[in-house]
């Protein structure tokens, strides 16, 4: 089962390549959210009880409901375009996306480890090359945003790998989403939305030597 | 205690943030600083005992937590001329002290955690605290700069983070589940080689973007060039020496097993980039605040390489660690006084300044001997050691294009400086020069007193302190 939907994570992946519009790409977070919860549900019962319910809630409230409606929110309030507008067509995206899920599948072949599941660390890893990439080939930074908690993620699936052994990590996981919350809430509170979330990376390229 | 501190400091600068009074916030300024050293004594005098588990008062984590302490003073009593004497608004006040109290908590609780995953979040509550410092001035500059540095260092502790999870699947072979430093040294020679490379290598380059080496470096400098000079000399001084200790609590666990001498490899190439890459911009760059950024990735490179030389390069990295904090927050705080005098950080605006503020610029002269490393300085003494270690190491191939990038970089920040000193601009500029505070240059001088002082001169308990730090690298 957590087979199942670690694959349909990464199809997620590939439909972030060649979506178009930024509501797409928050509803894919939603959707990501909502299979994290799915793999915790399955795969972290051993934990303590309370600590379950703690992530349960944590990836159900904040990952599938609490940062797309604030995304949403904010693309809303600040206009922004709702085209992605990235910088390479999105079949040339679809080929590189493809690229790095083959090559961790022949790097997580070739690394033998008996501790982790190797689907567990396929996922993890193309999560967190393509969230990169997505950061990279994109201009709005907005989509920054999106594909940096893309990463956080593919993080949060691999800290479930070792979970059972050691739920220190998933509340580690939980905590990085803490910080993404808030420092959404800060570009939020402080306006900076205004200014930052609408104009492009290309506009943010004063400070240098 | 760690505890009642940390709730101390966090109600203090709520407070802070929640006041708006001038007189109420004089007081609560004073408040903290007298938590922050009582905090500093109690940890001195309560050596090598851990404390709720997750803190342990160590050598490195002393000698850091005193120089944070040291330098926090100067930095929020300049804050305070820098606050109050532009008339800014009560509630960015409040922010911005509010945020610097929080920093100088998070730094505090960083150094001293003995746990990895502590550590970890302390690092990043730190970036938050940081850019709220950063963003301050809200102009479309200091925007872009907390937009980069958010981003980056939180890209940077992800990685961190990953590196985290690999090194318990390295764990995996000893059935351990405890991430306390002490017990990761005592199980590293059974760790699993092939997590560990890849878990050296995350966590390494997760925290360059703290201590500012290459590939991470480039947030830093934009930070410290937008966020006020206060501030910035906190961000050269204290929060790279956080980013060092995250690497060096981590090397201390590789120095003990079979990578050792690979992650050595690893951090040598980091380095020496770092410094040739501080090099070439030292000579484009014409921002003065930019200049001493880089000048720090430039001594970050070498202490990191006197850590990866070994021998006595241990001890004179975290020598050089201390001296340059207090060297550069110095220099950073007079460039404040010269940023109030012509407005302007561009080194072609300012000249004449030692005609203007013969203090100040006597101050920066002598800074610029610290910081160059030119011989009474402090700073010459743990070069030489980390040559020397270069030597020993068998790394000459390595020291010989040092010196020469390091010659270069003489030249580049001399000649930036002295122009500022020494030159007249070619149209006189209509100069700010109402007299500086007294308290501040005088504050500014001992903190660079300091730094010949314990370089010609340590004292026995603080060399003490040194070889206490690194003996856990050789045991």
Redesign the interface.
């Known amino acids: 089962m957590t087979k199942i939907i670690l694959i349909l994570f990464i199809i997620t992946l590939l439909y972030f390549a060649i979506a178009n519009r930024l509501m797409t790409y928050v509803k894919i977070l939603a959707l990501q959210g909502i299979l994290l919860f799915g793999i915790a549900f399955i795969e972290l019962i051993e934990i303590n009880i309370v600590n379950l319910v703690l992530i349960l809630l944590e990836t159900v409230v904040v990952k599938a409901i609490a940062i797309p409606v604030f995304l949403r929110y904010i693309i809303r309030k600040n206009e922004i375009t709702r085209e992605a507008e990235p910088f390479l067509p999105n079949s040339v995206s679809l080929i590189i996306v493809t690229v790095i899920i083959v090559a961790t599948f022949i790097i997580s072949n070739a690394v033998n480890s008996f501790h982790i599941p190797k689907i567990y660390f396929v996922s993890a890893l193309s999560a967190l090359f393509c969230g990169l990439y997505f950061i990279i080939s994109r201009r709005k930074i907005i989509t920054h945003v999106i594909c940096y908690v893309i990463i956080e993620n593919g993080v949060f699936i691999l800290s479930f790998a070792m979970g059972n052994e050691m739920p220190l990590l998933v509340n580690l996981g939980v905590l990085l989403d803490v910080f993404v919350s808030v420092f959404l809430l800060g570009i939020f509170i402080n306006k900076v939305g205004d200014v930052a979330s609408d104009i492009d990376v290309s506009q943010l390229s004063s400070l240098k030597d | 205690m760690i505890l009642l501190y940390i709730a101390g400091a966090l109600s203090i600068s709520v407070l802070m943030f929640l006041n708006r009074n001038r007189n109420t916030g004089r007081i609560l300024i004073a408040v903290f600083i007298l938590l922050q050293w009582l905090f500093t004594v109690y940890t001195l005098l309560n050596r090598n005992v851990s404390q709720f588990s997750f803190f342990f008062s160590d050598a490195l984590s002393i000698i850091t937590l005193l120089v944070l302490s040291i330098i926090s003073v100067p930095a929020l009593l300049h804050s305070y001329d820098y606050i109050y004497g532009e008339h800014d608004n009560p509630r960015t006040r409040g922010l911005y002290y509010g945020a610097m109290m929080v920093l100088i908590m998070a730094l505090t609780a960083a150094y001293l955690s003995s746990h990895i ?1 502590v550590t ?2 302390f690092v ?1 509550i730190t970036t ?1 605290s940081a ?2 410092l950063i ?1 301050h001035r809200r102009k ?2 200091s ?6 540095y ?2 980056v260092c ?2 940077s ?2 990685l961190v ?2 590196g ?2 690999f090194l ?2 390295a764990l ?2 000893v059935n351990e ?1 405890n ?1 306390q430093y002490t017990r990761l040294i005592e199980v590293a020679p059974k760790l ?1 080689v ?2 560990l490379k890849l878990s050296f290598l995350f966590i390494f380059t997760g925290y360059t973007a703290k201590i500012g080496l290459v590939p991470m470096f480039t947030a830093g ?2 930070a410290k ?2 966020a006020p000079t206060p501030c910035a000399a906190l961000f050269s001084s204290v929060l790279l020496n956080v980013g060092f200790v995250g690497i060096f609590r981590f090397y201390t666990i590789v120095a003990h097993t079979s990578v050792h001498s690979w992650a050595n490899l690893i951090i040598i190439t980091a380095a020496f980039l770092s410094i040739f890459v501080a090099t070439v ?1 030292m000579f ?2 014409k921002n003065i605040k ?1 200049m001493l950024a880089y000048s720090s990735i430039e001594h970050m490179g070498i202490l990191m390489i006197g850590l990866a030389a070994g021998g006595i390069g241990y001890y004179a990295a975290i020598l050089h660690l201390v001296l340059h904090s207090f060297a550069k927050s110095s220099m950073f705080l007079q460039i404040g006084h010269m940023y109030k005098t012509y407005n302007s950080k561009e080194i072609n605006d300012i000249g004449n300044y030692y005609h203007y503020n013969t203090a100040g610029g006597v101050l920066l002269i002598f800074s610029f001997i610290a910081i160059t490393a030119v011989p009474p300085s402090g700073l010459f003494v743990s070069e030489l050691y980390i040559f020397k270690s270069l030597l020993t190491g068998g790394y000459l191939y390595i020291l010989i294009p040092l010196l020469i990038l390091l010659t270069m970089i003489i030249w580049a920040m001399g000649s930036g400086i002295f122009k500022m000193l020494f030159v007249p601009v070619g149209e006189e500029k209509t100069a700010n020069t109402e007299p500086v505070n007294n308290l501040e240059m005088m504050l500014q001088y001992l903190l660079l007193a300091v730094v010949f002082y314990l370089g010609l001169n340590p004292p026995a308990g603080f060399v003490a302190l040194i070889n206490e730090a690194v003996s856990v690298l050789t045991i």
């Open positions: 995953a970890w979040i990043e938050l850019s709220a963003f479309a500059g925007i872009e700069a907390t937009w980069k958010i981003f939180s890209v502790l992800t983070f990953i985290i999870i318990s699947i995996g072979n589940t991430l699993d092939f997590w400098i934009d060039d937008k911009y484009r760059l930019r």
